[in-house]
């Protein structure tokens, strides 16, 4: 494939990436879920106070980084909407579309890595979590281009390029650990993959380097951690499967429920799935399944070839298979070690980018496969392929946007009625008092449930001095009677 030809087809490609995580973001999903509130209204108040967290403790505690990045774009575009909130996902949902055609193409081939690029772009679940605003988002994107700057560190001749390339691969790398959870197996990755180039000229050296950054750039929120031990293990504890009466027997059906998950059941969860649905598209998912045979398969035939000189080769490096069985185990066991809403496909993110690389495989084998028996019919074939891909990306679109945006259960799962709160309030003078009743449950946040937190974030009223300034009253069910008689209805609205 010509170059030219290669860089117009990614082109093409992030072009539909950008297409499915833009596409109505104004308006899809609709409403605001209090937990991207919160990170909206950190964010506000942080671009208020130029007060940028490595951790925000409310909402049971979250890394800063998606919150600071909302906190910057808020400083340019001072706009309360959930658009606002999710932009940073939908940008960074495109970027790790064009990461993992960097790094698939780096470990297989440019063919590879465009199609890599393509499943990923059209993606259900990828496009899912590309378009809320969940912190989740950054961590297949950071993994995806670490990995990719290390391995070019590694395989460069050049002492400059490899400088460069190790210190991006600290910086980005090290910047997974701001942002969720789940990231924090990852470190398992890397010291299963890095000795793979111990032969490599100046091995230690660009270990070392890397080593180093990621150590300089993470410094900051461990040593938040280290003070606050308490916020590291809160979450992670609340929903561990170590609370349940059996572990063991929990954590396996838990595993067994999230290797299903791309092919048989998905998450039950309308706010991350059509509910219960496979994580994969169906031929995907055939794929999917293939290319982890096929894989298992060629490192099988490379383990032969060490044994017996005239055993026939493997059909991909051995390193990258290993690294990629190595990438899904380890990013299924954040959701199969906890104890709620499994199979999770968020929890599960991390392993979205190798189970696309897995089906890539897939393809790329029966592709070749059918190009093999078929070489008199090589027009066919290639048309074939077309219709596939035309067909992934057609589901794609119908999936998220008729199948699941048009469910009625969608609305409800983003709070949309507390967005139609916060707009009603909006329309009325500033100089009006209103009062808004909380009746919902939730955990308190500064002494209000964070159902509150969707309605404060449109109406710009999260902190004290904002609800002053916008005449706004956040009152529990026993403060009702606070509010002065003679009160006209519309001034007055419950959150339930």
């Known amino acids: 494939m010509s170059k030219p030809l290669r860089y117009t087809l990614l082109v093409g490609i992030l072009i539909i990436a950008t297409f499915f995580r833009f596409?109505?973001?104004?308006?899809?999903?609709?409403?605001?879920?209090?937990?991207?509130?919160?990170?909206?209204?950190?964010?506000?108040?942080?671009?208020?106070?130029?007060?940028?967290?490595?951790?925000?403790?409310?909402?049971?505690?979250?890394?800063?980084?998606?919150?600071?990045?909302i906190a910057a774009f808020l400083k340019v575009w001072p706009i309360y909407e959930p658009w606002v909130v999710r932009l940073p996902a939908a940008i960074a949902g495109v970027l790790t579309v064009w990461g993992i055609y960097l790094l698939v193409a780096e470990l297989f081939g440019n063919g590879p890595g465009l199609l890599a690029s393509f499943l990923l772009a059209t993606s259900f679940w990828h496009i899912m979590f590309s378009r809320i605003g969940f912190r989740a988002i950054l961590a297949p994107l950071l993994i995806v281009f670490a990995l990719y700057f290390l391995i070019k560190a590694f395989r460069s001749l050049s002492t400059r390029a490899s400088v460069v390339y190790a210190t991006l691969a600290g910086i980005v790398y090290s910047l997974g650990f701001y942002t969720y959870i789940a990231y924090r197996v990852t470190p398992l990755l890397f010291l299963l993959f890095i000795p793979f180039f111990r032969t490599k000229p100046g091995f230690w050296k660009k270990t070392a380097l890397f080593i180093a950054v990621t150590f300089i750039v993470a410094l900051p929120i461990g040593m938040y951690f280290v003070q606050h031990p308490a916020d590291f293990f809160g979450r992670t504890a609340q929903i561990s499967v170590t609370n349940a009466p059996n572990p063991l027997h929990d954590f396996a059906v838990n595993a067994a429920k999230e290797a299903l998950m791309f092919n048989w059941r998905g998450d039950y969860n309308w706010r991350q799935n059509i509910s219960g649905a496979p994580e994969l598209f169906w031929p995907v998912g055939i794929l999917f399944v293939l290319g982890i045979v096929v894989s298992a398969w060629s490192l099988w035939k490379s383990w032969r070839k060490r044994k017996d000189a005239a055993a026939t080769s493997d059909m991909f490096p051995s390193f990258a298979l290993l690294l990629t069985f190595a990438w899904i185990v380890l990013?299924?066991?954040?959701?199969?070690?906890?104890?709620?809403?499994?199979?999770?496909?968020?929890?599960?993110?991390?392993?979205?980018?190798?189970?696309?690389?897995?089906?890539?495989?897939?393809?790329?084998?029966?592709?070749?496969?059918?190009?093999?028996?078929?070489?008199?019919?090589?027009?066919?074939?290639?048309?074939?392929?077309?219709?596939?891909?035309?067909?992934?990306?057609?589901?794609?679109?119908?999936?998220?946007?008729?199948?699941?945006?048009?469910?009625?259960?969608?609305?409800?799962?983003?709070?949309?009625?507390?967005?139609?709160?916060?707009?009603q309030i909006n329309a009325l003078p500033k100089g009006t008092p209103k009062y808004v009743v909380v009746n919902a449950g939730g955990v308190l946040e500064r002494g209000i449930p964070t159902p509150a937190e969707t309605t404060m974030f449109i109406t710009h009223s999260f902190t004290d001095t904002d609800a002053a300034a916008a005449n706004i009253h956040y009152l529990l069910p026993d403060q009702a009677n606070s509010i002065p008689a003679g009160t006209p209805s519309e001034d007055v609205f419950y959150i339930n």
């Open 23 to 69: 596409y109505h973001l104004t308006t899809t999903p609709p409403g605001l879920y209090p937990d991207e509130a919160m990170d909206g209204n950190n964010a506000v108040e942080t671009a208020e106070t130029n007060h940028f967290q490595t951790f925000y403790i409310e909402d049971n505690g979250r890394e800063g980084l998606y919150v600071n990045v």
């Open 331 to 423: 990013g299924l066991l954040p959701a199969a070690a906890s104890d709620e809403g499994i199979p999770h496909a968020l929890r599960s993110i991390i392993a979205l980018p190798a189970a696309i690389i897995f089906a890539t495989l897939g393809g790329v084998w029966l592709y070749g496969f059918i190009k093999e028996r078929w070489h008199w019919h090589a027009a066919l074939t290639r048309s074939l392929a077309v219709v596939f891909l035309v067909a992934v990306g057609i589901f794609g679109y119908v999936d998220y946007f008729t199948v699941w945006a048009k469910n009625p259960n969608v609305p409800g799962s983003f709070n949309a009625d507390y967005v139609t709160i916060g707009r």
